[in-house]
């Protein structure tokens, strides 16, 4: 690798910090750069009792052998751990579009995410703000992305995101039903080395719509695009009932199961792997991966944050820039 992976540090006051500063012992040699504040990574690393020396680092430098790499994006306010502070917004922004940028123009490899909260930058900077997905797909330019999380034995993508439940079923339309799935089938291939990917595709309704008694999605939109797009190759099963498709049986056939919401799907990912799984944004311009859970701002500074997610959110960014 030519370039190093970013790893934003998400909120300066939740757990992103105390996570990222475990990388110079987890990953030691790794060509990893940390973005976020100096100040209160050191601030949080002697609340941690962690002996981690910060390197400030800045685009053209060697990396250093000796300690974490650190290019300083300031907090603008002091931070308290655990304290969600709306004026820190607009810096946890600022640093995740230098991380963008640094993919778009190569500095980078790609990018890890640390969690930031939805509420502090809404209330603090962008009102609009629904996600890191969402703005990491504005500001690349990219028409449509898919999220999807990961463990080592189960991969679950989400037709829809962030949404209110009572609007999926209007947003659940053919052509951006037919566009996710067609991402999904790229990026397996392309950065999971699949040459035939087995998707699992999820119904919308209980018993996927009960031959529309239950609902019409899946005669009026699900089932007319699964059609369409296995006449272009691409090996798809369903749609399937969720409390069918969730089992051994099928999960063993099939490279990725399509939830078509955010919580029929993640639950039983998480369940299955909760504090390894990995979150990628497929369809991107660049590599992308993050943890699999939130800020946890009661458990900023306590030194009780699992840092198993972002390891392998890490290992999972430096294995696909490789490859």
């Known amino acids: 690798m030519r370039a190093p992976i970013a790893v934003t540090s998400g909120d300066p006051a939740g757990i992103g910090p105390d996570l990222v500063l475990t990388l110079s012992q987890a990953q030691p040699g790794a060509p990893l750069v940390v973005l976020g504040d100096h100040d209160v990574l050191g601030e949080r690393a002697r609340q941690l009792k962690l002996n ?11 990396l250093p052998t000796d300690a974490l790499p650190v290019w300083h994006c300031p907090a603008g306010v002091p931070v308290i751990a655990g304290r969600a502070d709306p004026a ?12 963008i940028d640094g993919c778009l123009d190569r500095t980078f490899a790609g990018m890890v995410t640390a969690p930031l909260a939805k509420s502090v930058i809404c209330d ?38 962030h949404l209110p439940l009572r609007a999926v079923a209007d947003a659940l339309q053919p052509a951006m039903l037919a566009e996710t799935l067609r991402i999904l089938d790229t990026d397996l291939r392309q950065r999971f080395s699949l040459p035939y990917p087995r998707i699992l595709v999820l119904g919308l309704n209980p018993h996927a719509g009960e031959s529309g008694h239950l609902g019409r999605e899946e005669l009026d939109v699900i089932i007319p695009t699964l059609t ?59 590599i992308r991966t993050s943890v699999d859970h939130g800020t946890a701002f009661d458990l900023a500074g306590s030194g009780r944050a699992d840092h198993g997610s972002l390891l392998a959110a890490t290992r999972l960014a430096l294995s696909l820039a490789q490859g």
Not at 52 to 62: K, S
Not at 88 to 99: E, I, K, S
Request: overall charge negative; cysteine-free; proline content about 7%.
């Open 52 to 62: 981690v020396r910060l390197h400030d680092w800045t685009p053209g430098q060697a």
């Open 124 to 161: 603090g900077a962008d009102p609009a703000f629904t996600g890191h997905t969402e703005y990491l797909a504005a500001r690349s330019g990219t028409p449509r992305v898919v999220m999807m999380l990961a463990t080592d034995t189960l991969r679950v993508a989400l037709a829809t995101t």
């Open 228 to 286: 369409a797009l296995r006449a272009e190759g691409l090996h798809l099963t369903g749609p399937m009932p969720a409390d069918t498709a969730f089992t051994p049986r099928h999960l063993q056939d099939h490279d990725a199961v399509l939830a078509m919401y955010h919580d029929q799907g993640l639950p039983v990912l998480k369940y299955a792997g909760f504090g390894q799984a990995v979150n990628i944004t497929l369809g991107l311009p660049f």
């Open 88 to 99: 820190t917004a607009a810096g946890t922004l600022a640093m995740l579009d230098r991380a």
